[in-house]
C-alpha cells in the first residue's frame, strides 16, 4: 500500500464515523440537548463541527503513522477510541442519557490517554496528534458531567 493511502484511509474513515454520529445526533440537538442547562463556558454550536473535523483528521494521520509499524497495542487502541467515540454520541445524543454518555467519554478519555503513552515511546507525532484530541475531550468530559448534574 502506498504511503498516500496509508494517511487517506484512516482520515477517511474518521470523518465518515463522525459524520455516522452526527446522523444519530441531528433529531437530539435540535429537540432536546438545546434546551438542556449547559455551562456558561459551553462552546457555541459552530465550533463543534469545525473542531472535529480537525481532530478527525489528526486522528487519520495518527493512524497512518503507525499502521504498518508492527504497533499493535497502538493500532488496536486507535481502534477502540474510534468506537467509543462513536458510541459516546450513541448514548449521550440518540438514547440522550447524559450519565451513560459520562461513562463512555470516561472510558474514551482513559484509551486515548494509554494511546497517547504507549505510542509515545514508538513515534511521538503520532503520539501528538493526539494530544489536542485529549484535550478536547478532557473539555468535553466537564461538560458531560455538568450536564448529567444540572438537567
Known sequence: M????RYLLPVFLCLLVGAAAFFFQREALGEWY???FKPRFTPPATVFPVVWSVLYVLMGISMGRIWGKGLKTS???????????????IAFFAFREPLWGLGVILALD??????????????????????????????????????????
Open 2 to 5: 502506498n504511503r498516500l493511502t
Open 75 to 89: 493500532v488496536r487502541e486507535w481502534w477502540i477510541q474510534l468506537a467509543l467515540n462513536f458510541c459516546w454520541s
Open 34 to 36: 438545546l434546551f438542556l
Open 110 to 151: 482513559a484509551v486515548v490517554l494509554d494511546y497517547i503513552f504507549i505510542t509515545f515511546k514508538k513515534d511521538k507525532p503520532a503520539s501528538f496528534c493526539f494530544i489536542p484530541y485529549a484535550a478536547w475531550l478532557i473539555w468535553l468530559t466537564y461538560l458531560n458531567a455538568c450536564i448529567y448534574i444540572f438537567n
